[in-house]
């Protein structure tokens, strides 16, 4: 026996209608104007970012200097084989 196929495609009436969106509804001055806006916050979020980046850059080399001139730090962290320097 042979299976048959069922068509699933839907048929979707035609109509002249379409629905209004909000793109359609605001002037092209004002699209302009916000996607300007759109642009100039992702520049402003992409700058901010970056701050943040270099912040914690700064922070990082701050806290390496602070920590090489404790002792105690570099004590605990240096080689004790004394035997590779006589």
């Known amino acids: 026996m042979a299976k048959k196929k069922n068509s699933t495609s839907a048929t979707k009436p035609t109509s002249d209608y379409s629905p209004t969106t909000l793109k359609d509804l605001l002037s092209g001055e ?4 916000l996607k300007a806006q759109v642009d100039e916050m992702k520049t402003e979020e992409k700058k901010k970012k970056e701050e943040e ?18 002792f105690e730090h570099l004590l605990e962290n240096s080689n004790l084989d004394w035997h590779k320097y006589k």
Not at 30 to 33: C, N, P, S, Y
Not at 53 to 70: C, F, G, S
């Open 30 to 33: 004002i699209l302009e104007q």
């Open 53 to 70: 980046e270099l912040q914690k850059v700064e922070a990082r080399k701050q806290e390496q200097k602070k920590l090489d001139n404790n």
